[in-house]
T-cell receptor
Framework: AQKVTQAQTEISVVEKEDVTLDCVYE???????LFWYKQPPSGELVFLIR??????QNEISGRYSWNFQKSTSSFNFTITASQVVDSAVYFC?????????FGAGTTVTVRA | DTGVSQDPRHKITKRGQNVTFRCDPI?????LYWYRQTLGQGPEFLTY????????KSRLLSDRFSAERPKGSFSTLEIQRTEQGDSAMYLC???????????FGEGSWLTVV
């Protein structure tokens, strides 16, 4: 069975602060994929980033960066210099064979 | 390239009525998924199609729920004899075997009164 845990339910920051979202996962698969999705109030789940289990290189894409540590089964996500438009619910997800398992989500509120 | 399209976006129905949602995946995506999301929760897997074959159904999908993908393109999700507990957002998603990312539609909100 797969399980994704997002311990933070809500985070509130002031614009331009950095925001780090925690994600811990459990899986028995040796090959798997980790994702972060953003869900604004409109409801659509917007794909942000994907990481393969066999690639632990951490990267930066614009204001987004992630820290994948297989040894601790964590896949944390950081938004640098947050903006009001970043306010949304962020979901961490895990895919083994073909389906995604989601965490409960972290609500991020960025105040001007 | 259009994204995943869902219709209707919002549906209010009386308890006991049947409702049907439609999903048009991204063209050439052979994988199609239905998820359900309730307030404050992450999406929960309901069912998965590869082409026209329904390969997995979650135990969340009671016998009142049926999903089809007759020609391997669009899909429908029907809920019969709706109950108030069916109120949720129903999300459709699609993907390709060669691309490990799954893309979601905007969801169909169902309110059962």
């Amino acid at each position: 069975a797969q399980k994704v845990t997002q311990a933070q339910t809500e985070i509130s920051v002031v614009e331009k602060e950095d925001v780090t979202l925690d994600c811990v996962y459990e899986t028995r698969d040796t090959t798997y994929y980790l994702f972060w999705y953003k869900q604004p109030p409109s409801g659509e789940l917007v794909f942000l980033i994907r990481r393969n289990s066999f690639d632990e290189q951490n990267e930066i894409s614009g204001r987004y960066s992630w820290n994948f540590q297989k040894s601790t089964s964590s896949f944390n996500f950081t938004i640098t210099a947050s903006q009001v438009v970043d306010s949304a619910v962020y979901f961490c997800a895990l895919r083994g064979d073909y389906k995604l398992s989601f965490g409960a989500g972290t609500t991020v509120t960025v105040r001007a | 390239d259009t994204g995943v399209s869902q219709d209707p976006r919002h549906k209010i129905t009386k308890r006991g009525q049947n409702v049907t949602f439609r999903c048009d995946p991204i063209s050439e995506h052979n994988r199609l998924y239905w998820y359900r999301q309730t307030l404050g929760q992450g999406p929960e897997f309901l069912t998965y199609f590869q082409n026209e074959a329904q390969l997995e159904k979650s135990r969340l999908l009671s016998d009142r729920f049926s999903a089809e993908r007759p020609k391997g393109s669009f899909s429908t999700l029907e809920i019969q004899r709706t109950e108030q507990g069916d109120s949720a957002m129903y999300l459709c998603a699609s993907g390709r075997a060669l691309d490990n990312t799954i893309y979601f539609g905007e969801g169909s909100w169902l309110t059962v009164v």
